[in-house]
């Protein structure tokens, strides 16, 4: 499977090695061990974490240090498989537990099929748009240049190197003290200062308690996550308009929502930051992001458009396709439209054939739409708005369902599986690209390892499930160690949508806002501002600290300086954060 | 004052985004306002308390009765602001129930269920317990030490399909307490004039913005530094024609050099440079431009890692790839 080269003299020495079989085994097994540890603690405490960072760090460790054969772009392939296993958690449990909490005996087989059809579509879907967001609009996808610095670091000299690993020291000592209660340590709520939690400083609460006026509906905490940092760091000036967002959701919306009485009666000024986003700037910023997401896609249809036809030819004169074949990926949407089909066919009480072909066919095509949104997003901000896309998703397929919960499930799960593959792919694309590594190899790597997450994942959550009701009586949620709080939140919106208060109008003004936005000239403006306001601002005030930071030094050293020097710091924040998370995620699974 | 006057879009767009954003918002609030006739009767209830005097006050919920209706307008009010919904929990009979959503927890009289011993206890099931007479014993962790039977019920907001309706009939249940939301009417809603202000005020702004977008880059087209990206271009491809034509006789260490110096050089600044090339040429020729431009980039990165990687052949040969692409396209930027 190793490639074989050619120089203009004549054959090679030796192959370069890319594709080869350790990489590929390193990739599914550290996958599939990330997946099944980042799936146990998701469902405790809520979020996931990426691994194509730990992944790549890893590779090294294996690759080059154990086995003493890794090439760079070897490396990039067993983090793009180990990525690729590893990502669908996020979309699984944002989903699935929820039949669980509603008391829905979940299908094994048509849930794998169902989520497995999403992890295909969402790799095929994501290619023909590679050439317009990594190759023309350069956006940044933090992670990817991240992951691209770490392979890179042999090669980028001692001081690049030792910058980077300042930045993976940096992140993981400020970070271990947010987590280090798991090992019974004290964290920074110990140090008794007011505001102070664990992982969060309210800097209102603080100025407060120092006697400085504050008002109690300005919420204004941060995040102790160096992460964020980072990827503001990588993003630079364009990530600015982020904190404005943030700011216009908690400084002017909630605020101005208190003060004017449009919360329910009896909210506290402290806590009318937090209702005001869940009633009004969340579903407001998901129509932001639609109507941003929409523009941006007629925007670039000439350019997919463009690189469809370029995967259509022939290749000429040996020289190597960019992407894999459109027919493989027209093989690959029949496929997972099919599995689609026959989940939705078979979930559906009473459903017609043609009643789920148009689920499965709403489906296919929101996943397209959903996968283009959350690429863009995580290549401007790095952020993935999939629950909201999950919460959106849920309620188009209630609707179509006359409010069945399971199919609406089932295809919300595979949107989300979906949409995590294309946010992935894309970060590991871009890494491909600051690598030399070759976009196709990449993308067929990915096909096939996609299909192994959701299998590991689902049978993580079923093991779960089962370990739980025998022990608390209930599957997940309330009384038991796996809340599931995004499931429990999912739980949420359909018992509202089910009652009738779906935020449709908001989501509509949002759409409109949005793609006035984006058509201003500043590219992806109504999907920065919609993901901003849909964001906590305690992870986008790091992130807008950041900006700010890269937009000084750029003026006062230089861009070169900057992107030679800062980048690799902020990669290092944004891998230390990962692989301590990964840590303690492992000891969570071992400590039960 | 040129500048002044760019950033006269910019300004209105900010303040039109907040404008529409709050008057968005405002369509979520839980009340209306209801213009009221004198001494007539509502099905509408007081979203907030109301002043009637010195003494006397309407409480939020109190109906607005003739009687109040009256009152206030004796008193100078001819608006007042009322629940939206007016009642966000209705009792209907359980015939009627499917498809609603409960509004509350409801218990199945009868009906028991065991939570075995080892369930984390929280402040939900506590107070369930409490309302049941029943007390939970509970180990240093929090959890229940013995099984605990409780009273079996339906969770607030389950949705009432057939199974969840044929366990309340068969449990004697005739009637459900359910919510009712309230429904978005483009007429109640008080904001949408400053809503559609806002959204043409925004549009006004977009139009602007794109005016002067199109006069910057006639004038930055007619300038040098389109000429100067070009430059960039053409230096970048000789260089790696120039190269590729004497690898064979360079070390690892020295292709290395050499293409991460045309990396970190001539090709960092085209790209930094390129949102230029769109502007002034449109997407079909930035296209035609950035399709070869960026494979060739991507080999030299190629090179870049083959050379760290002591394959000075892999090198050579993506050297050698990157120069004819490099080529098309110096060779395809617009004259």
Known sequence: MSDSTSTPGGPAKTPYREITPAAIIFGVLIGVVMNAAITYSGLKIGFTIGGSAIAAVLGWGVLRGILRKGTIVENNIAQTVASSVNTSNSGVIFTLPVLFLLGIQLDLVWAIAATTAGAILGVAFIIPTRKQMIEFERLRFPTGTAVAAVLRSPGAGVQKARILLAGIAASMIVFFFTQS?????ATYADLGVTGLSKDTLNIGALLSSLGLPWPRTFDLSIAIAPFALGAGFITGRPGLVVLAGGLLAYFIVAPVAYELSWLPNGTEPEMAANVARGMMSRPLGIGLLMGGALIGLLHALPAISSAMGAMRK???GGVERDELPLKVLGGAVILAFLLLFAAAKSTIAGGSVGQAALIAAVGTAWMWFAGIVIAQCAGMTDWSPISGMALLTVMICLLMTDNQVVPAVLIGAAVCVAITECADMMQDLKTGHLVGGSPRKQQTLELFAAILGPAVCILVVILLAARNTQEFGVPFGPGTDSPAPQAEALKGVIDGIRGGDAPIPLFAMGGVMGALLSLSGLAGLGVLVGLAMY???MYLLPYGIGCLIQMRLSKKRGAAWTENMGVPFAAGLIVGEGLLGILFAGIQVLGG | MITMKNKIPDLLLVVATATAALSASSSRRPWRELDFNAGQDYQEFLAFDLSLGEQQKASEGTRLSAELTTQLDALGFNTVRVRNPAVPVVTVPIEEAAGEVLAE????????????????????????????GVTLTTDDRGKLSQAATLPKRIRSSAFLDADNLAELSSAGVTEV???RAAAFRWGDWSGRWAFLISVFVMTCAVAWKRKLSVVDTAAASSGSSLETLRGLLAELSQSVSSLSERAAGMSAEELHAEVDALLQGPAYNFVEGRALLQRAAGMGAFALVMDPFSRGER????AWSASVDQHEDEARASIAKAAPLLREASEAFPS
């Open chain 1, 181 to 185: 209660d798991i090992l019974g340590l």
């Open chain 1, 314 to 316: 022939p290749t000429a």
């Open chain 2, 105 to 132: 927890a409801l218990p199945l009289p009868g009906q028991t269920e065991t939570l075995p011993k080892g369930r984390l206890v929280d402040a939900a099931l506590e107070l369930r317990a409490t309302e049941a």
């Open chain 2, 299 to 302: 080999q030299l990165s190629r």
């Open chain 2, 177 to 179: 307490p359910v919510k």
């Open chain 1, 535 to 537: 964001l906590p601002l």
